[in-house]
């Protein structure tokens, strides 16, 4: 199987199915829900894959480059950025695009899940965040004593929990509110995404490097870390939406911003009051 073949069967395909369900609902005016309106949703989600790319680009070439992972030759075009191939680039915006479509489908027919519920407690923002900084801890100390079976998964999580970590810290309690949007949407494209995974490696299409791997396997096909990747990724994107769309996320912006606003003020007229 082709990278492409792959991205085009497993991708492609239902990212249309996606959205051509979109155009019959804006056709028959089914809507996001107004607390999901905060700005338009291709933009949102256009958005959250340049992050992706950004932030994955360099992480990515890395792996590729100290051969944590590599690709079959002959099954991808050649044309590479970096180490990596176009084809990988490509899977970056497709995944976001499919996860996050996903998850607005889902939040056009199922509104009353979230309108339903309320806003978490804020202070679990930062005791979340804070077991999430000690868990990256431990994979930089993986990484630095050199465990090299654990390579692969020290260097997917401390990849992984810097941005999860920033969302969580601005808007758990957000998430909180719409969390069966984001259970539901995680649990179905991970699991689809790994199986996808899986016949890839079954047919070479890709190579997770066996001594830089803990070689447990899901199926007796799937490495563990692949598992992983597609969870973290799609929570990144899914959260990442999810905190985009929000009115209650906007409100929240503003309001940081101006208090920054007001503090500036505040030093200002301190320094010329001194002076």
């Known amino acids: 199987m082709t990278y492409f073949g792959f991205l085009g069967v497993f991708l492609i395909v239902p990212l249309a199915v996606l959205l051509l369900l979109h ?16 700005w338009s949703s291709w933009k949102v989600i256009s958005v959250q894959a ?3 790319v950004i932030y994955t680009t360099p992480w990515d070439n890395y792996l590729v480059a100290t051969r944590t992972w590599w690709y079959n030759p002959g099954l991808v075009t050649g044309f590479l950025i970096g180490y990596v ?20 489908l889902l939040v ?18 930062w005791l979340v965040t804070g077991f999430l900084a ?8 993986m990484l630095i004593v050199g465990w090299k079976q654990g ?7 401390v990849w992984a929990l810097p941005p999860l970590m920033l969302q969580t810290a601005f808007g758990l309690d957000i998430l909180w509110k719409y969390r069966r949007y984001v259970v539901v949407t995680v649990v ?33 096909k799937l490495p563990i870390e692949e598992f992983i990747f597609f969870l973290m990724t799609n929570v990144l994107v899914v959260v990442g939406v999810t905190l985009l769309s929000s009115t209650i996320s906007r409100e929240r912006i503003i309001n940081i911003w101006q208090a920054i606003k007001l503090r500036r003020k505040e030093v200002d007229r301190h320094y010329e009051a001194s002076s």
């Open 85 to 104: 191939p176009i084809e990988e680039y490509t899977f970056f915006v497709l995944q976001t695009f499919l996860t996050g479509t996903f998850l607005l």
């Open 50 to 52: 340049l992050i992706a």
């Open 188 to 220: 179905s494209m991970t699991i689809y995404l790994a199986a996808a995974d899986m016949l890839a490696i079954s047919s070479g299409t890709w190579t997770i490097d066996p001594e830089q791997s803990l070689n447990i396997f899901l199926l007796g």
């Open 134 to 141: 000690i868990l990256w801890l431990f994979f930089v100390v």
């Open 23 to 38: 155009f019959f609902d804006t056709k028959s005016k089914l809507m996001l829900p107004a607390s999901w309106q905060s």
């Open 108 to 125: 056009r027919h199922r509104p009353l899940w979230g309108e339903r519920e309320t806003v978490g407690n804020a202070n679990w923002r």
């Open 151 to 157: 390579t692969y998964l020290a260097l997917l999580m």
